[in-house]
């Protein structure tokens, strides 16, 4: 007996040497990942991510091409050089027409300013403007400019697009901002997806390997028993049938550990060639979530909920453009300055003369049928429905978080039921080969054993993928984190 002991002492000795010693070669190119790894590391290098930031970036600029419609404007022009050496026609007082020689210069250059003006939609201007004209074949310069002039444009009763876009474009920015975190915030679930397919790969080859080797020693075990005459030679082949399985069953996990592989790698954006070990997750069990929570955190900070009044101000907009383009066009235009003319630059500049001038422009129609009242009903119509229409996203929006809400508390409570399940098979598992071994179990029910035992493993992966996706669908549509019970900024 001591010499039997010794023997299977130096046997597991060895058998640990051995495994430490592959473990320390493995480890060198073997990646160990846990849920929040892989999360971080898919927001950072997925194409998805390039992908949200390149819109976040593009809805940016948008933005400050807006700003910039309400900032001053700048701008010069001019004409320089204006040579002319050609000729023209020329009529005479009797009808007559002549081709005179034209060798000239008219240059001229303009500083222009402006301003809108949100609330009226009107626009304020100055310009400054010098103006040279050479006359070649009589060797004559004349200079003419506006000093200064300064100068108002309102159009009057028609539609304002400045202060439409003042109220408009602000909320489609910060949409957009918030859109942005859904967007990293859909990788979380998508990623969790590829996650839990390779962590389920994983767990199926370690229970198939784990089969074959117990499989391989119970037949040891029952091919003794055979020639001891103890269990029949249909046990025998049965064992052997499993055995066969089991062997099938690692091949096929290998596959399926390859394929779920390479997703993730695909999808997080995982570069190199290690070998990727995934740690199962725990559940969370502390957090606690309420319908009501949700929905305030999502009407907070969702885009939707910015979308839904968006929506709302484009209707009111669109009425206010189908009444204010009526056919009436009228437009007040009012400046004044100075101006001169001189034969050198600076006598411009000396006493130059006042002007003024005052324009209102009409276009009134007579008759049209009825197009502009048609329109004006249209956009009405429209902006009705675009009401009801909020309003039922506003009702599907809340029953979809209700729902996941409901949904996320019933998978915390099947999860503990889930982990007894898979304690009680194992447990049942080892007892039932235990006794197959002393001779008191049928080769049936060990079968039975086995694959209850598998089956509560993969329940249990199951119900933590179901828990952990539940979870990242719960911070998609709140953008708040209830573990840490903040907001979810980037």
Request: a positive charge; aromatic letters at 10%.
């Amino acid at each position: 007996m001591m010499l039997k002991n010794m023997k299977i002492s130096m046997l597991l000795a060895s058998a640990i040497l051995c495994s430490l010693t592959a473990l320390g070669n493995s480890q060198a190119d073997t990646l160990r990942l846990t849920l929040t790894e892989v999360v971080a590391k898919a927001k950072a290098n997925s194409i998805s991510a390039k992908q949200a930031v390149t819109v976040k970036e593009t809805k940016y600029w948008e933005w400050r091409t807006f700003k910039s419609n309400y900032q001053p404007q700048l701008s010069l022009s001019g004409t320089l050089p204006g040579y002319n050496k050609t000729y023209a026609q020329v009529l005479q007082p009797d009808g007559t027409i002549l081709f005179q020689p034209i060798h000239n210069d008219n240059s001229s250059l303009t500083l222009n300013f402006s301003q809108s003006l949100a609330a009226t939609g009107g626009t304020i201007y100055g310009t400054t403007q010098l103006q040279r004209f050479t006359d070649f074949d009589r060797d004559n310069v004349l200079y003419n400019g506006i000093p200064y002039g300064l100068g108002y444009t309102q159009p009057l009763l028609q539609f304002n697009s400045l202060k439409w876009d003042k109220k408009i474009e602000p909320l489609k920015f910060n949409e957009s901002k918030q859109a942005y975190i859904e967007s990293q915030e859909q990788i979380s679930v998508q990623v969790t997806g590829y996650f839990f397919d390779l962590l389920l790969a994983q767990v199926n080859l370690h229970i198939a390997e784990t089969n074959y080797i117990n499989t391989g020693k119970i037949l040891s075990i029952a091919n003794t028993k055979f020639e001891l005459g103890k269990i029949s030679k249909n046990e025998i082949l049965q064992l052997q049938l499993e055995q066969l399985n089991a062997q099938k069953s690692v091949g096929t996990a290998r596959r399926d550990v390859e394929i779920a592989t390479l997703n993730l790698r695909s999808y997080a954006g995982l570069d190199g060639a290690e070998r990727i070990v995934l740690v199962t997750p725990a559940e969370v069990n502390q957090m606690s979530v309420s319908a009501d929570r949700v929905l305030s955190e999502a009407f907070e900070n969702r885009s939707d909920a910015i979308a839904f009044v968006r929506r709302i101000a484009e209707a009111k907009k669109a009425v206010a453009k189908a009444k204010g383009e009526n056919g009436l066009n009228a437009t007040l235009n009012a400046n004044l300055g100075f101006s001169n003319a001189a034969s050198s630059i600076f006598d411009v500049y000396r006493s130059p003369k006042s002007q003024q001038s005052v324009h209102l422009q009409l276009s009134i129609p007579v008759m049209d049928w009825g197009r502009s009242k048609s329109k004006a009903k249209t956009a009405q119509a429209n902006e009705q429905f675009t009401t009801y229409e909020v309003e039922q996203d506003k009702q599907t929006f809340k029953q979809q978080i209700v729902t996941q809400v409901t949904l996320f508390n019933m998978i915390r409570e099947q999860m503990d039921l889930t982990v007894q399940a898979d304690r009680i098979a194992s447990e049942k598992y080892q007892i039932a080969s235990e006794r197959y071994v002393l001779g008191n179990l049928s080769i049936t029910d060990l079968s039975i054993a086995f694959q209850e035992s598998d089956r509560a493993k993969r329940d249990y992966i199951a119900s933590l993928r179901d828990f952990w996706g539940a979870y990242y669908q719960l911070r998609y549509l709140s953008l708040f984190d209830f573990e840490k019970n903040e907001k979810i900024t980037y």
